[in-house]
């Protein structure tokens, strides 16, 4: 009997694993979450007065430190705004004089869907979470996932009411990025490290980085210009390497993500 | 029987939905607890190899369905985990107090190990480091507290079966 179960576990994974996505496996799963999906947010729901009268009295232990450093923070950005609101209008104007074509950034051009997470991943080293949304609503396989913060991951997996996602941070996950003062231009990986960055390039601590949005003969990269990935942390650069070593720490608190938001163009829908 | 079954496949499909919804998010240096894995520890524990072959079987198509994770891996798992707890039950340990913690540890540390093997055989990144020094620690202390009270719920539920020896009196 254990024998014969084994033997099916093995047999559905070699199936499941070489099927496609809209293979029979595929389907029965897509199902069965569907029938689990009402359980999940149930429990959600039951436990979410819990967490949140935790996540108050956590918040207390460190709110004062927290408080001055906001402030802090607060003058600094209205300080900063006041310079971009200028450079925004002189910005708009220059491209009106020049008829600049722009390619398609966040969050202009694109809709969205907000999801709960339902599920969170299971082991240590997998960095999936599992949202209570899918086909049903428009997601399609590779739609970027983002919060009010920034970026989250991508969609890599889709049932017909919830979807898998990737989560920045999956080492899996590379997004093109650029740094948003000096215009260096690389790759994130896995939401630790901004490499491919030539030494000529020009990267800074507290640098921040968003999503390039590149598009070139045809191809385009699945994440719209201009979503903050995170701050640079450290830079390094040695004689043997040809790229620099930047660090980086991304804006997402992904141990706090509650609900997540999942872009796409509007022809998706 | 049938009762048995239905409260077994009741009680694991609990924990896997709380496992997957609220255990996961507890995040102490990667360490999380599994209450699935625990709760079938002492389903086996008390009911056998088979049962806690098919149990976990059972619990692991949840959980894979629920995640959307690769069909079949954590069925595997659960049901080696629950046939070897379920033979340890049935040849010495089911009445040794300490037989159920003793299964916690062993099984976490062979569950995360065997874990990280099929993970690695199917190509996900999957660090060593970060599952079994970081995250293994943490995860056997959870495991170990859940046990308690896990094991004294499931023996509630699931009666120890006649041994077949019977208190005789003689009398005169």
Same mark, same amino acid.
């Given at each position: ?52 009268? @935790? ?66 991943? *299971? ?22 996932? +983002? ?37 260096? *231009?690389? +790759? ?34 699945? @994440? ?7 701050? +640079? ?9 040809? @790229? ?26 | ?9 009741? $009680? ?6 709380? #496992?997957?919804?609220?255990?996961? #998010? ?16 002492? $389903? ?24 959307? #994770? ?12 629950? /046939? ?9 340990? !089911?009445? !040794? ?6 299964? $916690?540890?062993?099984?976490? =540390? ?5 874990? =990280?093997?099929?993970? /690695? ?8 480091? !970060? ?12 495991? =170990?507290?859940?046990? =308690? ?6 023996? !509630? ?10 208190? $005789? #009196?003689?009398?005169?």
């Amino acid at each position: 009997m254990a024998g014969v179960l084994v033997l099916l576990s093995i047999a559905l994974i070699t199936i499941y694993f070489r099927e496609s996505s809209g293979g029979g496996l595929h389907q029965v799963q897509s199902a069965g979450a569907t029938v689990l999906r009402p359980f999940e947010i149930a429990a959600d729901r039951v436990s979410r007065p819990f967490r949140d009268a @935790y996540g108050y009295f956590a918040g207390l232990v460190h709110a004062k430190s927290q408080n001055n450093r906001l402030r802090h923070e607060v003058e600094q950005l209205r300080q900063r705004e006041t310079l971009n609101l200028s450079a925004a209008s002189e910005n708009s104007d220059l491209r009106k004089k020049l008829h600049f074509i722009n390619s398609p950034s966040f969050p202009r051009g694109y809709g969205y869907v907000t999801a709960p997470i339902i599920a969170q991943p *299971q082991a240590a080293y997998q960095q999936q979470v599992t949202i209570g949304a899918g086909s049903s609503s428009g997601i399609r396989q590779f739609d970027p996932v +983002v919060t009010g913060e920034g970026l989250v991951g991508t969609v890599v997996r889709v049932a017909h009411n919830v979807s898998l996602v990737s989560l920045l941070t999956d080492d899996t996950t590379s997004v093109s990025a650029t740094d948003v003062k000096t215009g260096a *231009q690389g +790759v994130v990986k896995a939401g630790a490290s901004f490499d491919h960055v030539g030494k000529d390039q020009q990267v800074e601590q507290g640098d921040l980085l968003v999503t390039a949005g590149w598009k070139s003969a045809g191809l385009s990269s699945i @994440y719209p210009r201009g979503i903050p990935i995170g701050q +640079v942390t450290s830079v390094g650069q040695n004689e043997v390497d040809l @790229y620099k070593h930047v660090q980086l720490q991304p804006f997402v608190n992904f141990k706090t993500l509650s609900s997540l938001v999942v872009l796409f163009p509007p022809k998706n829908r | 029987m049938i009762a048995d079954i239905a409260k077994g496949a009741g $009680v694991l499909f609990v924990a896997a939905i709380l #496992q997957v919804t609220l255990l996961s #998010q507890i995040d102490v240096f990667y360490g999380a607890p599994d209450l699935v894995l625990v709760t079938l520890v002492a $389903v086996a524990l008390l009911r056998g190899t088979i049962f806690g072959a098919a149990a976990g079987f059972g619990a692991g198509l949840v959980v894979d369905t629920a995640t959307l #994770q690769t069909l079949g891996v954590t069925s595997l798992l659960l049901t080696i985990s629950g /046939y070897w707890i379920g033979r340890y039950g049935e040849t010495t340990g !089911r009445d !040794r107090t300490h037989a159920p913690f003793l299964s $916690v540890a062993v099984v976490t =540390l062979l569950y995360s190990f065997g874990a =990280l093997v099929l993970h /690695y055989m199917l190509g996900d990144p999957a660090s060593a480091s !970060r599952v079994l020094l970081d995250a293994f620690p943490f995860e056997l202390i959870f495991n =170990l507290i859940l046990t =308690l009270p896990v094991y004294a719920l499931c023996r !509630r539920l699931f009666r120890p079966p006649p041994s077949g020896l019977e208190e $005789v #009196q003689l009398l005169g």
